[in-house]
T-cell receptor, first 115, second 112 residues
Framework: DAGVIQSPRHEVTEMGQEVTLRCKPI?????LFWYRQTMMRGLELLIYFNNNVPIDDSGMPEDRFSAKMPNASFSTLKIQPSEPRDSAVYFC?????????????FGDGTRLSIL | KQEVTQIPAALSVPEGENLVLNCSFT??????LQWFRQDPGKGLTSLLL?????REQTSGRLNASLDKSSGRSTLYIAASQPGDSATYLCAVGLSNDYKLSFGAGTTVTVRA
């Protein structure tokens, strides 16, 4: 079991630039979650996919944020244009069939710094 | 809105002492409760998941209890080791809802 794989691990970029975060969920998991973690707000759910379909994106902060899941093994979270307040650790997590019953497995995160 | 609180925010104990971590939640209509461990610079690792119909779950030195009526869960770690040093988060899953409400975590340091 390779675990949830995220890339890049660290990203430093200037304000206004486009940022793309990538996630490969665990094979066989059909639920995927994007979270953001900050000291001030803790862990926040940004968006949830089930079977590659976005189910709930109510946590996406603004139109500058977008997420896609073109297939069962890949998802992206894009920020365009980026702002300093987007600096945080972004986690991707996946789980099997019934997320309420199965633990979510987290990747190691992408630490994003917007200058 | 479900509020999840973990007190204390930080805890330091000598090796060998038993750890008791607390989690409280405001809405007792939960579906399940999970305890996670987070190491610095890493993601969350699921430790234990307790369904709402269960009172406790055990895995090795770890035992988690759930009291829905009082809105509390406790994670016990027996005979702590320096390798147990990490941040422990509890997360509550609401009925018919995939969303987890996370506590802010308790950062544990086990001194050798």
């Amino acid at each position: 079991d390779a675990g949830v794989i995220q890339s890049p691990r660290h990203e430093v970029t200037e304000m206004g630039q486009e940022v793309t975060l990538r996630c490969k969920p665990i094979s066989g998991h059909n639920s995927l979650f994007w979270y953001r973690q900050t000291m001030m707000r803790g862990l926040e759910l940004l968006i949830y996919f089930n079977n590659n379909v976005p189910i709930d994106d109510s946590g996406m902060p603004e139109d500058r944020f977008s997420a896609k899941m073109p297939n069962a093994s890949f998802s992206t979270l894009k920020i365009q244009p980026s702002e300093p307040r987007d600096s945080a650790v972004y986690f991707c997590a996946s789980s099997r069939r019934a997320p309420q019953l199965q633990p979510q497995h987290f990747g190691d995160g992408t630490r994003l710094s917007i200058l | 809105k479900q509020e999840v609180t973990q007190i204390p925010a930080a805890l330091s104990v000598p090796e060998g002492e038993n750890l008791v971590l607390n989690c409280s939640f405001t809405d007792s209509a939960i579906y399940n409760l999970q305890w996670f461990r987070q190491d610095p610079g890493k993601g969350l690792t699921s430790l234990l998941l307790i369904q709402s119909s269960q009172r406790e779950q055990t895995s090795g030195r770890l035992n988690a209890s759930l009291d829905k009526s009082s809105g509390r869960s406790t994670l016990y770690i027996a005979a702590s080791q320096p390798g147990d040093s990490a941040t422990y988060l509890c997360a509550v899953g609401l009925s018919n809802d995939y969303k987890l409400s996370f506590g802010a975590g308790t950062t544990v340091t086990v001194r050798a």
